[in-house]
């Protein structure tokens, strides 16, 4: 009503001023003829209409100027920020809603008052001061003030500024306020929070979500050796090395996935170990912003307990060190971490073994027994109860199970030099289990609640005398029987060959030297000494007493093996080569064993030419050798025993020297003969080998050291 009012005004006003314009240039209407009077009648109605067009229009702009102003008054007094206009005196020109809200004022009373009277007496000069410069240098500017409402609340509020002028060329202050009231208890509170961590002693630090550092605290330049200002707003990575960034960026990584953590990580520069421990920055909506963290210095802990550790260390040392079987540790890849000085038997220091496989104590052979692939292929799809548990050094990782009575042959370091021969000096007894005590350096720290096994502790005990008693009960038993069958036989032939020999010589005495009989005497009386020699033999291989060792020749222990058998050689037509090389030098040996040895390889020759299978037109032949031998400058004498009969099946090679098996029929061997061989030449540092092609030949190689350092 009141806009209405105001515009019949301005047209009533207006209507004056023409008909006042129209009098100063009146036009003398006398003069005017008729077509002239028609003709000014038409402009004017035609310049009637043209005004009434123009008013329309005029209208229709006033219309769309009054909605704008309109809106923006609106958009002016509903605006969230506060807006005011000062004139020169700091008195409010103009001020919108909002701006009377927050100071809980009607809008109507702060027009043409000083703004002073709603803030606080301490900022009234920050005010002042935010005014005049924005009035002098005609500049934008900003301050910050505490503002009280109308209730007594106070709050801050932000204040910017900026200088304009009217058409009329007078200037004013326009001003936007905010209210930071919130932002402001939050600078407090971090404030506060600065001044807290900055006072601890432990290096405290704020990472965002990018791993740049917003904040740490002095205790920063002490443990890391860089300066603050270096790393705020920079990442973390250079201070430290690559294994330790490792560890922090997967500390990080899993605090910002929400995890609160801790893990010992080292700074590169100082070589100080820093417990670290970090907590996940949430927003109000709980989303993980950043990470907060703590560090404290425990190197000098951590050395307190490492020499603890390393004393109690000392004395387990001393303690197993003092224990005369071999006590080791292995990790899980099968590598020693541990091993007493026991090992030395071995001719092995401690240190030297650390790193390397359990394996290099033991004979390939052995090592191949036992492995992964072939134990578990025995058993696959199977159940197993304790006593067919996989004896596997490198099947302890679950903890499950564990290696009991293994025997293993062990190899001294001096026989590694020995190349391709068998040099295995002692048996042991392997008794490994689960390693129940988990170091820290074997355990993730992200899996630090399941503590798994790591490895295995085991004992190695020589068991070589009670192998060698078990063999000699062994060989005794076999002693026993050959002696008893030798008394027996030297008891029914005895008297009987003595008799053709007294008889003989008889004969030989009637015939002349020329006679043809003469020969025939003699060569009975010849046979028969060879009987009663083998028979001498026999019953000396036999006797039951401790064999002792003596510097013997090969070649003789060979001849006297061969006259023990040869006999049955002949019968069976077997062709007997002997190639004894006569410059073979004495050795320190047990006599008795050596030859027992000879014996059981020739048995097996004749066993294996006398089979059924064996070729009909094939000629049967032993062939039997000895010779003097140099390896990287060591003395050995080789004896072979060739024959070329069955052979050995190529499944069967390989154990073919374990004990209680053979290849021959059920009741026709015992298993024990190439064991106790094996064992024997063991005994003086030997090695015997067996090759072999079925149905075409075998080849027992065996080699002795001239230097026997075991039996001296």
Same mark, same amino acid.
């Given at each position: 009503m009141e806009e209405k009012n105001s515009k019949q005004e301005n047209i009533s006003d207006l209507r004056k001023r023409a008909e006042e314009m129209h009098k100063l240039a009146q036009i003398p209407l006398d003069n005017l003829t008729d077509a002239d009077v028609r003709k000014l009648a038409h402009e004017l109605q035609v310049h009637q209409i043209e005004l009434e067009m123009q008013n329309e229009d005029l209208r229709r702009a006033q219309i769309l100027i009054e909605n704008a102003r309109s809106e923006y008054r609106d958009l002016f007094d509903f605006a969230p920020v506060g807006y005011l206009t000062f004139n020169i005196d700091q008195q409010i020109v103009k001020a919108n809603q909002t701006i009377a809200r927050m100071l809980g004022e009607e809008k109507r009373n702060l027009n043409n008052k000083t703004f002073y009277l709603h803030i606080i007496r301490q900022d009234s000069d920050i005010l002042?001061?935010?005014h005049q410069k924005v009035f002098e240098s005609k500049e934008y500017d900003r301050c910050e003030l505490r503002f009280k409402r109308k209730d007594g609340v106070l709050f801050y509020a932000q204040l910017d500024s900026s200088y304009v002028m009217d058409s009329e060329g007078n200037g004013f202050c326009r001003t936007s306020i905010i209210d930071i009231t919130d932002r402001k208890e939050s600078e407090n509170k971090m404030q506060m929070y600065k001044l807290i961590i900055d006072n601890v002693s432990d290096l405290a630090f704020v990472a965002g979500s990018k791993g740049d550092i917003l904040y740490v605290n002095q205790v920063f330049e002490e443990l890391s050796g860089r300066k603050v200002e270096e790393f705020v707003g920079a990442s973390f990575a250079p201070l430290f090395d690559d294994e330790n960034l490792i560890k922090a960026n997967r500390l990080y990584e899993r605090t910002l996935q929400g995890e609160s953590l801790k893990s010992e990580i080292y700074f590169k520069d100082t070589g100080k170990l820093c417990e670290h421990k970090t907590f996940p920055l949430r927003d109000v909506n709980g989303v993980v912003i950043g990470v907060f963290g703590l560090s404290r210095d425990i190197t000098d802990r951590k050395l307190a307990e490492e020499a603890v550790l390393h004393a109690k260390e000392r004395k387990f040392r001393d303690l197993v060190g003092m224990i005369p079987d071999i006590v080791y540790k292995i990790d899980s890849e099968g590598r020693f971490t541990y091993i007493n000085s026991s090992v030395d038997v071995l001719g092995y220091e401690s240190n030297e073994l650390l790193g390397k496989h359990f394996s290099i104590l033991f004979d390939e052979k052995d090592v191949e027994s036992i492995s992964r692939n072939t134990i578990l292929e025995k058993v696959q799809g199977g159940i197993t109860d304790i006593n067919m548990t996989p004896k596997l050094f490198d099947e302890r990782r679950t903890g499950e199970r564990m290696t009991r009575n293994l025997e293993i042959c062990l190899v001294k370091k001096s026989d590694k030099r020995y190349k391709n021969l068998d040099q295995r000096r002692f048996i042991g007894l392997v008794t490994a289990f689960g390693d129940v005590e988990v170091v820290s350096d074997y355990r993730d720290v992200e899996d630090g609640?399941? &503590? *798994?096994? @790591?490895?295995?502790?085991? %004992?190695?005990?020589d068991i070589t005398e009670r192998i060698k008693l078990q063999e000699k009960a062994i060989q005794v038993g076999q002693l026993a029987e050959i002696g008893s069958l030798a008394a027996s036989v030297a008891h029914q032939l005895n008297s009987p060959i003595n008799c053709i020999m007294v008889c003989g010589e008889l004969l030989q005495e009637r015939f002349d030297n020329n006679d043809k009989d003469f020969d025939m005497v003699r060569r009975i009386i010849s046979e028969a000494e060879r009987v009663s020699t083998v028979i001498k033999t026999l019953l000396s291989f036999s006797r039951d007493k401790d064999d002792e060792m003596d510097y013997i020749n090969i070649n003789e222990l060979l001849d006297e093996a061969i006259s023990l058998v040869k006999w049955e050689m002949e019968k069976d037509g077997i062709r007997l080569v002997s190639c004894l090389d006569k410059d073979v030098p004495?050795?320190?040996?047990?006599?008795?064993? &050596? *030859?027992? @040895?000879?014996?059981?390889? %020739?048995?097996?020759?004749?066993?294996?030419?006398?089979?059924?299978?064996?070729?009909?037109?094939k000629e049967k032949m032993i062939r039997i050798t000895s010779k003097k031998l140099l390896v990287n400058d060591l003395a050995y004498i080789e004896i072979v025993f060739y024959d070329n009969g069955c052979g050995i099946p190529a499944d069967k090679i390989d154990n073919i020297?374990?004990?209680?098996?053979?290849?021959?029929?059920?009741?026709?061997?015992?298993?024990?003969?190439?064991?106790?061989?094996?064992?024997?030449?063991?005994?003086?540092?030997g090695s015997i080998e067996i090759n072999s092609l079925e149905k075409e030949y075998t080849n027992v190689i065996i080699t002795l050291p001239t230097i026997n350092e075991e039996c001296q």
């Open positions: 002042y001061l935010h609640k399941h &503590i *798994q096994p @790591t490895g295995t502790i085991g %004992i190695i005990r004495n050795i320190f040996l047990y006599p008795q064993r &050596i *030859q027992q @040895t000879f014996i059981n390889i %020739i048995n097996n020759s004749i066993y294996a030419l006398n089979k059924e299978d064996q070729r009909k037109h020297m374990e004990q209680f098996f053979t290849t021959k029929p059920r009741g026709s061997g015992t298993g024990l003969g190439l064991s106790i061989s094996k064992r024997i030449i063991n005994e003086h540092s």
